[in-house]
């Protein structure tokens, strides 16, 4: 053959927790370590040898079942050259094609991608990877909440209470207390940020461990690889480890911002209750922008706390660079000017009580 053969390869229907080794099918943490185990002995560079030898060794998937999520006598291995290096899918019930034959690597997309990148691509079990960068986000709705509930108080709750007037009766109370509550609620916000990184890091590495972040981000998520060569296509390119360094870097800052966000917020009000309220508001209202105002919003909500933290927003911001510099400059713009405003808002209503 002289053209690359590019295997359809977008699982719509399969689920990471199945394997089937010579008729026996395993589900679960079970599925998960049997996987891990057949893995271990052809992890390293991706060669033909190691490809005929799956395929010998394991066979190709032929077996179809309606309600199963994937062919039910795969395992990560044939699934793998299934997806890649044959000439099967399996996009839903309906709309399969049983794998007949495997191809060279250099005839693929996998060979195309060694050229273009130099490299050569790597077999590793990186459902570990797979699982942070899918587990991450909701990791920082969990501490955006926290973060909501946590820090709307930190300046309300003076108002309320009536403390207020006691602090700002004292020398440099003003400047002091401010200083000392926006230290502590950022600290505070990096602390559950990190919290909640890694606790999904130790929960990833225990059950599927944590090998190929040299892997390209595309075959670590399972998804097809485009190398149409007037698209940009990070997620066939970039290696796992860089997106994962760059979406932490993302998410941390969706986090400060919202952080940010919510002092201002606090500052403003003399009520714990109407903080909490009005923060939540803030934090969510972009999510209604998008729908209302679609792709003409975007770019700006693109670059909220809310958006900020799913991987697909990443994706999207290393796809495009005018998206990419509207979005980040409207964080940074929101996280300076929340600092600044709450500073001056909370200043400004010291004799309100």
């Not at 990186?126 to 501490?143: D, S």
Request: proline share 3%; net charge neutral; charged share 15%.
């Amino acid at each position: 053959m002289n053209e690359k053969t590019v295997s359809p390869n977008v699982k719509s229907i399969r689920v990471d927790g199945l394997c089937a080794i010579e008729g026996t099918n395993f589900r679960g943490l079970e599925a998960v370590r049997k996987n891990r185990q057949i893995t271990e002995a052809y992890k390293g560079v991706l060669t033909d040898e190691k490809v005929r030898d799956i395929v010998g060794k394991y066979g190709l998937p032929k077996k179809v079942e309606r309600d199963y999520p994937g062919f039910c006598d795969e395992n990560y291995l044939n699934a793998f050259v299934t997806d890649y290096l044959s000439d099967g899918y399996l996009y839903d019930w309906d709309n399969y094609r049983i794998p007949t034959r495997i191809y060279p690597i250099s005839e693929t997309v996998i060979g195309e991608l060694e050229e273009a990148s130099g490299e050569q691509i790597s077999l590793y079990y990186a459902r570990g990877w797979k699982t942070f960068i899918e587990v991450l986000q909701y990791a920082m709705i969990m501490a955006s909440v926290l973060i909501l509930s946590g820090i709307s108080v930190l300046f309300a709750e003076e108002g309320q209470t009536g403390m207020k007037q006691l602090i700002f009766t004292t020398k440099e109370g003003i400047q002091k207390d401010i200083a000392a509550k926006t230290a502590a609620a950022f600290t505070l916000t990096v602390c559950i940020y990190f919290g909640a990184v890694v606790l999904d890091l130790v929960m990833c590495a225990a059950v599927f461990g944590l090998d190929g972040l040299s892997c390209p981000l595309g075959i670590t998520m399972n998804q097809q690889l485009s190398l149409d060569r007037n698209v940009p296509h990070p997620e066939a390119c970039m290696q796992t480890g860089s997106f994962i360094g760059i979406l932490l870097i993302v998410s941390l800052l969706a986090i400060l911002v919202l952080c940010a966000v919510t002092l201002c917020v606090s500052a403003h009000f003399h009520s714990c209750f109407h903080a909490v309220m009005v923060s939540s508001a803030c934090w969510g209202m972009p999510v209604m922008i998008r729908i209302f105002f679609g792709r003409f919003a975007y770019a700006l909500m693109a670059g909220t706390p809310v958006f900020l933290i799913f991987y697909n927003n990443t994706l999207e911001l290393l796809l495009f660079q005018i998206l990419r510099v509207i979005s980040l400059t409207f964080a940074i713009t929101l996280l300076v000017v929340g600092i600044v405003c709450g500073y001056r808002g909370y200043k400004r209503n010291r004799f309100i009580f």
